[in-house]
């Protein structure tokens, strides 16, 4: 059974940046496209990045596109998420995803999730 779990959120002031990291295990890492989503208070969960199984290919949501990079190292069974220029509206619990098949923007096509960590940014 695939598990994620996501470290590297904080408490971050505006402007500044994170790295999230997402380790997994009970699989063949190479084999799932790989997703971040995040989910504010009272908001449905959304997209924020995504890579192919490869690595070749990066997905990006426009609300942060410039402002992140999605990496994954597959002899290491770690994505990454960098994210720059933090703002307020970037607060938000991140979640990383796994699915077999080939990447999508839809949370609902993931079958695995991590626990989430917690991204706050201070104006």
């Known amino acids: 059974q695939v598990q994620l779990v996501e470290s590297g959120g904080g408490l971050v002031q505006a402007g500044g940046s994170l790295r999230l990291s997402c380790a997994f295990s009970?699989?063949?890492?190479?084999?799932?496209?790989m997703g971040w989503f995040r989910q504010a208070p009272g908001k449905e969960r959304e997209f924020v990045g995504g890579i192919s199984r490869s690595g070749a290919t990066t997905y990006h949501a426009d609300s942060v596109k410039g402002r992140i990079t999605v990496s994954r190292d597959n002899a290491k069974n770690t994505l990454y998420l960098e994210m720059n220029s933090l703002q307020p509206g970037d607060t938000a619990v991140y979640y990383c995803a796994a699915r077999t098949l080939r990447f999508t923007t839809n949370p609902n096509d993931f079958d695995s999730w991590g626990q989430g960590t917690q991204v706050t940014v201070s104006s």
């Open positions: 009970g699989g063949t890492f190479s084999s799932y496209a």
